[in-house]
Protein backbone atom coordinates (compact mmCIF):
# COMPACT_ATOMS: atom_id res chain seq x y z
CA UNK A 1 0.00 0.00 0.00
CA UNK A 2 2.82 2.12 1.11
CA UNK A 3 3.93 2.70 -2.80
CA UNK A 4 0.55 4.15 -4.26
CA UNK A 5 -0.15 7.92 -3.07
CA UNK A 6 -3.19 8.73 -1.13
CA UNK A 7 -5.69 10.64 -2.79
CA UNK A 8 -6.94 13.27 -0.75
CA UNK A 9 -10.01 15.62 -1.45
CA UNK A 10 -11.45 18.40 0.88
CA UNK A 11 -14.81 20.04 0.44
CA UNK A 12 -14.76 23.04 2.20
CA UNK A 13 -16.21 27.33 1.97
CA UNK A 14 -12.60 28.06 2.73
CA UNK A 15 -9.90 26.49 0.56
CA UNK A 16 -7.67 29.25 0.74
CA UNK A 17 -6.66 28.42 4.35
CA UNK A 18 -5.24 25.05 3.36
CA UNK A 19 -2.05 26.56 1.76
CA UNK A 20 -1.20 25.99 5.59
CA UNK A 21 -0.86 22.65 5.16
CA UNK A 22 0.25 22.71 1.40
CA UNK A 23 2.72 25.38 1.58
CA UNK A 24 4.66 24.42 4.61
CA UNK A 25 6.77 21.66 6.29
CA UNK A 26 6.47 17.94 6.57
CA UNK A 27 3.32 18.14 5.18
CA UNK A 28 4.15 20.59 2.52
CA UNK A 29 7.25 18.44 1.76
CA UNK A 30 4.69 15.80 1.39
CA UNK A 31 2.69 16.58 -1.09
CA UNK A 32 5.83 18.12 -3.27
CA UNK A 33 7.05 14.89 -3.29
CA UNK A 34 3.71 13.22 -4.33
CA UNK A 35 3.42 11.29 -1.66
CA UNK A 36 -0.19 11.91 -1.66
CA UNK A 37 -2.13 14.37 -3.64
CA UNK A 38 -4.02 17.11 -2.11
CA UNK A 39 -7.54 18.38 -4.05
CA UNK A 40 -9.58 21.47 -2.13
CA UNK A 41 -13.21 21.57 -3.63
CA UNK A 42 -15.21 24.95 -2.97
CA UNK A 43 -18.47 23.91 -1.65
CA UNK A 44 -19.62 27.31 -3.45
CA UNK A 45 -18.46 26.24 -6.76
CA UNK A 46 -21.39 23.67 -6.04
CA UNK A 47 -24.35 25.64 -5.25
CA UNK A 48 -27.67 26.23 -7.63
CA UNK A 49 -28.60 29.57 -7.56
CA UNK A 50 -27.28 33.06 -9.00
CA UNK A 51 -26.65 33.95 -5.40
CA UNK A 52 -24.04 30.91 -4.86
CA UNK A 53 -26.17 30.08 -1.51
CA UNK A 54 -24.56 27.04 0.93
CA UNK A 55 -26.66 27.93 3.95
CA UNK A 56 -30.66 28.22 5.13
CA UNK A 57 -32.43 28.37 8.30
CA UNK A 58 -32.93 25.38 10.26
CA UNK A 59 -36.20 23.59 10.33
CA UNK A 60 -37.44 23.57 13.61
CA UNK A 61 -35.73 27.04 14.34
CA UNK A 62 -33.14 27.55 17.04
CA UNK A 63 -30.02 29.82 15.90
CA UNK A 64 -27.62 29.52 13.12
CA UNK A 65 -27.65 28.63 9.97
CA UNK A 66 -27.38 24.81 8.39
CA UNK A 67 -25.47 23.92 5.40
CA UNK A 68 -26.96 22.80 2.43
CA UNK A 69 -27.46 19.08 1.09
CA UNK A 70 -27.24 19.71 -2.78
CA UNK A 71 -24.05 21.27 -2.95
CA UNK A 72 -22.36 18.99 -0.71
CA UNK A 73 -23.89 16.30 -2.36
CA UNK A 74 -22.63 17.48 -5.63
CA UNK A 75 -18.73 18.01 -4.27
CA UNK A 76 -19.06 14.69 -2.55
CA UNK A 77 -19.54 13.28 -6.35
CA UNK A 78 -16.72 15.85 -7.94
CA UNK A 79 -14.31 14.22 -5.30
CA UNK A 80 -15.92 10.53 -5.85
CA UNK A 81 -15.31 10.74 -9.31
CA UNK A 82 -12.16 12.73 -9.21
CA UNK A 83 -10.82 9.55 -7.06
CA UNK A 84 -11.91 6.93 -9.31
CA UNK A 85 -10.06 8.48 -12.44
CA UNK A 86 -6.83 8.38 -9.52
CA UNK A 87 -7.73 4.60 -9.22
CA UNK A 88 -9.48 4.62 -6.06
CA UNK A 89 -12.00 2.15 -5.99
CA UNK A 90 -14.19 2.91 -3.02
CA UNK A 91 -13.36 6.47 -1.67
CA UNK A 92 -13.85 6.90 2.50
CA UNK A 93 -15.73 10.09 3.28
CA UNK A 94 -15.32 11.54 6.14
CA UNK A 95 -17.07 14.27 7.88
CA UNK A 96 -15.07 16.46 10.73
CA UNK A 97 -17.62 17.40 13.67
CA UNK A 98 -17.27 17.78 17.50
CA UNK A 99 -19.59 14.90 17.87
CA UNK A 100 -17.65 12.32 15.88
CA UNK A 101 -15.56 9.27 17.63
CA UNK A 102 -12.07 11.25 18.83
CA UNK A 103 -9.18 11.29 17.01
CA UNK A 104 -6.13 9.38 18.05
CA UNK A 105 -3.21 7.76 16.60
CA UNK A 106 -4.70 4.46 16.15
CA UNK A 107 -7.69 5.96 14.22
CA UNK A 108 -4.66 8.20 12.31
CA UNK A 109 -3.46 4.49 11.37
CA UNK A 110 -6.76 2.92 10.65
CA UNK A 111 -7.65 5.82 8.01
CA UNK A 112 -4.29 5.63 6.25
CA UNK A 113 -5.02 2.28 5.46
CA UNK A 114 -7.42 3.71 2.93
CA UNK A 115 -6.97 4.58 -0.65
CA UNK A 116 -8.76 7.68 -0.66
CA UNK A 117 -10.22 9.77 1.82
CA UNK A 118 -12.83 12.28 1.23
CA UNK A 119 -12.77 15.06 4.16
CA UNK A 120 -16.09 17.49 4.05
CA UNK A 121 -15.30 20.40 7.00
CA UNK A 122 -18.66 21.91 7.90
CA UNK A 123 -19.09 25.51 8.95
CA UNK A 124 -22.23 27.22 10.72
CA UNK A 125 -24.85 25.14 12.97
CA UNK A 126 -23.48 22.01 10.72
CA UNK A 127 -24.89 20.25 7.42
CA UNK A 128 -28.03 19.22 6.59
CA UNK A 129 -28.17 15.36 8.15
CA UNK A 130 -30.00 13.92 4.97
CA UNK A 131 -27.11 14.45 2.88
CA UNK A 132 -25.01 13.28 6.04
CA UNK A 133 -26.81 10.28 6.07
CA UNK A 134 -26.29 9.36 2.34
CA UNK A 135 -22.70 10.18 1.87
CA UNK A 136 -20.57 10.12 4.95
CA UNK A 137 -19.19 7.08 6.40
CA UNK A 138 -17.29 8.20 9.56
CA UNK A 139 -17.58 11.24 11.74
CA UNK A 140 -14.32 12.10 13.76
CA UNK A 141 -13.87 15.07 16.39
CA UNK A 142 -10.08 16.34 16.85
CA UNK A 143 -11.69 16.74 20.87
CA UNK A 144 -14.09 18.37 22.99
CA UNK A 145 -14.41 21.76 22.11
CA UNK A 146 -15.75 22.85 19.76
CA UNK A 147 -14.36 25.49 16.58
CA UNK A 148 -15.62 27.71 14.38
CA UNK A 149 -15.67 25.07 11.53
CA UNK A 150 -13.91 21.76 10.02
CA UNK A 151 -11.38 23.59 8.55
CA UNK A 152 -8.85 23.39 11.10
CA UNK A 153 -9.81 19.75 12.12
CA UNK A 154 -9.35 18.28 8.72
CA UNK A 155 -6.12 20.05 8.55
CA UNK A 156 -4.88 18.19 11.77
CA UNK A 157 -6.00 14.82 10.44
CA UNK A 158 -4.39 15.21 6.81
CA UNK A 159 -0.78 16.35 8.39
CA UNK A 160 -1.13 13.46 11.59
CA UNK A 161 -1.67 10.96 8.17
CA UNK A 162 0.62 12.88 6.04
CA UNK A 163 3.93 13.01 8.29
CA UNK A 164 2.76 9.17 8.52
CA UNK A 165 3.64 8.33 4.56
CA UNK A 166 7.25 6.80 3.93
CA UNK A 167 9.52 9.58 2.78
CA UNK A 168 7.25 12.33 4.36
CA UNK A 169 9.88 12.72 7.15
CA UNK A 170 13.51 13.51 6.92
CA UNK A 171 16.16 10.83 7.51
CA UNK A 172 17.18 11.61 10.78
CA UNK A 173 13.40 12.07 12.30
CA UNK A 174 11.25 8.95 12.05
CA UNK A 175 7.02 8.95 13.03
CA UNK A 176 7.85 5.48 14.50
CA UNK A 177 9.34 7.60 17.54
CA UNK A 178 6.58 9.94 18.10
CA UNK A 179 4.10 10.18 20.91
CA UNK A 180 1.54 7.39 21.03
CA UNK A 181 3.20 5.47 18.50
CA UNK A 182 4.18 2.67 21.36
CA UNK A 183 1.14 3.73 23.73
CA UNK A 184 3.76 6.11 25.43
CA UNK A 185 4.26 10.04 25.41
CA UNK A 186 7.62 11.09 24.07
CA UNK A 187 10.85 11.51 26.28
CA UNK A 188 12.42 15.05 26.52
CA UNK A 189 14.57 16.31 24.13
CA UNK A 190 17.67 18.51 24.81
CA UNK A 191 20.34 20.33 21.98
CA UNK A 192 23.09 23.00 22.74
CA UNK A 193 24.39 24.47 24.75
CA UNK A 194 25.55 21.71 27.18
CA UNK A 195 24.92 23.61 30.08
CA UNK A 196 21.98 27.06 29.68
CA UNK A 197 21.60 29.81 32.45
CA UNK A 198 22.73 27.07 35.10
CA UNK A 199 20.97 24.00 33.82
CA UNK A 200 23.41 20.99 32.38
CA UNK A 201 21.84 18.63 29.75
CA UNK A 202 21.35 15.12 31.77
CA UNK A 203 24.87 13.37 31.64
CA UNK A 204 23.24 10.17 30.22
CA UNK A 205 22.54 11.94 26.81
CA UNK A 206 26.50 13.04 26.49
CA UNK A 207 28.05 9.79 27.26
CA UNK A 208 27.71 8.15 24.00
CA UNK A 209 26.51 5.26 25.18
CA UNK A 210 23.63 4.24 23.09
CA UNK A 211 22.09 0.94 24.99
CA UNK A 212 21.93 3.62 27.96
CA UNK A 213 20.76 6.28 26.56
CA UNK A 214 17.74 4.08 24.72
CA UNK A 215 17.02 2.93 28.36
CA UNK A 216 17.03 6.71 29.94
CA UNK A 217 14.18 7.49 26.99
CA UNK A 218 12.37 4.89 27.17
CA UNK A 219 12.00 5.53 30.93
CA UNK A 220 11.67 8.78 31.06
CA UNK A 221 8.47 8.02 28.10
CA UNK A 222 7.41 5.89 31.33
CA UNK A 223 7.14 8.19 34.00
CA UNK A 224 5.86 11.17 31.44
CA UNK A 225 3.31 9.40 30.96
CA UNK A 226 2.75 7.85 34.22
CA UNK A 227 2.66 11.55 35.59
CA UNK A 228 0.44 13.09 32.91
CA UNK A 229 -1.61 10.39 31.00
CA UNK A 230 -2.68 7.49 33.15
CA UNK A 231 -4.81 6.60 31.41
CA UNK A 232 -2.50 5.84 28.25
CA UNK A 233 -0.39 3.63 30.55
CA UNK A 234 -3.10 1.64 31.95
CA UNK A 235 -5.24 0.73 28.86
CA UNK A 236 -1.54 -0.27 27.38
CA UNK A 237 0.13 -2.07 30.81
CA UNK A 238 3.61 -2.18 31.23
CA UNK A 239 5.92 -5.09 31.08
CA UNK A 240 8.10 -7.08 33.79
CA UNK A 241 10.86 -4.96 32.40
CA UNK A 242 9.54 -1.72 31.92
CA UNK A 243 8.57 -1.78 35.95
CA UNK A 244 11.91 -2.80 36.64
CA UNK A 245 13.14 -0.03 35.00
CA UNK A 246 10.73 2.62 36.51
CA UNK A 247 12.41 1.34 39.73
CA UNK A 248 15.53 1.66 38.93
CA UNK A 249 17.93 4.78 40.28
CA UNK A 250 17.98 7.80 37.96
CA UNK A 251 21.02 8.08 36.88
N1 LIG B 1 -15.80 21.27 13.99
C1 LIG B 1 -15.94 22.12 15.02
N2 LIG B 1 -15.36 21.66 16.12
C2 LIG B 1 -14.81 20.45 15.78
C3 LIG B 1 -14.07 19.48 16.49
N3 LIG B 1 -13.77 19.61 17.78
N4 LIG B 1 -13.67 18.38 15.83
C4 LIG B 1 -13.98 18.22 14.54
N5 LIG B 1 -14.67 19.10 13.82
C5 LIG B 1 -15.09 20.22 14.44
Redesign the pocket.
Known sequence: MSATRLELDVLTLFPAMFSAISDYGVSGRALDRGLASLQVWNLRDFTTDNYRTVDDRPYGGGPGMVMLAEPVALAVQAARERQKLAGVSAPHVVY???H?RR?DHAMVMALLSRQGLVLL??RYEGVDQRVLDSEVDET???????????E??VMVLVDALLRQLPGALGDSQSAAEDSFVDGLLDYPHYTRPEVWRGQPVPAVLTGGDHARIRQWRHRQSLLRTAALRPDLLAARGTSDEELKLLVKEDS
Open positions: LAPGLAGVSIGDYVLSGGLP
